[in-house]
């Protein structure tokens, strides 16, 4: 079963998913239904081609979820094993990768060291405070 969330989806993957029982398009979802698919996902897939700072993937990825995502400046900038990128674009590309990482699960160490990575850089209190401090040695 695949799910594909996040806001509604363009018209032409409703229709290209119409008749396939195995995708679901969930649109937007709550916290508490995010939780519970990053929770039992096998595997993470950011096929972007554009992305500023793609908190999805950090959102997976401090679940300790398998990641893989698009060659983009962006996703490269996020500490995803070299290993786990492809082609932006390239399904075949993708395919293999899904194929490669589908039934690998991060083994703890890793699981660990990803989870461990976004907590220390990518955590909102901690940048709050950051970025608070900027300002009071500005002003």
Known sequence: MSY????????RLKKQTSDNDNIILTGFLGRNELKELYSNAGIFVLPSYHE???IVLLEAMSYGLSCIASDIPANRNVELCEGRFFEAGNANALTQKIK?????PLIEKERRRQ???????YDWEKIAFRTKRVYEEVF
């Open 4 to 11: 594909i969330f996040g806001p509604v989806p363009s018209r």
């Open 52 to 54: 500023g700072l793609p």
């Open 100 to 104: 490669e990482f589908i039934d690998k």
């Open 115 to 121: 989870i461990d990575m976004i907590t220390e850089n």
